[in-house]
């Protein structure tokens, strides 16, 4: 809803404490679904960075899950390499998981 209106400091704020309830739950898919959002986000802010490393645990996650959202996260990947490049991407992965 507040990233629908543009208010993104608000929509990080509330995908930021949901990610957190998720993660005390134990919700790993859902947690998953909170860094994709998170992501999102970030893309649409232009913060290919910080995106990248919220599509990395998310596709982390829904790997390991056997989560049809592999997928969704992969595409998402792509869309960040094309902004920061191949070299730039592989270091977040190696950063965040590796």
């Known amino acids: 809803m507040y ?8 929509a990080l704020e509330l995908y ?3 990610l957190e309830i998720k993660e005390k739950l134990g ?7 909170s860094y994709g959002q998170l992501g999102v986000l ?5 913060r290919y960075e910080t995106a990248a490393e919220y599509f990395v645990k998310a596709f982390a996650i829904f790997h390991q ?3 049809p959202n592999t997928q969704l996260a992969q595409q998402y990947l ?11 991407l592989a270091a977040i992965f ?4 590796g």
């Open 3 to 10: 990233q629908a209106r543009g208010d993104y400091d608000r």
């Open 42 to 46: 970030n893309f649409q802010l232009q």
């Open 78 to 88: 792509a869309l960040v390499q094309e902004k920061i490049g191949e070299e730039k």
């Open 94 to 97: 190696k950063r965040v998981i």
């Open 16 to 18: 930021g404490k949901s």
């Open 27 to 33: 919700d790993i898919s859902g947690a998953a679904s």
């Open 65 to 67: 899950i056997g989560s």
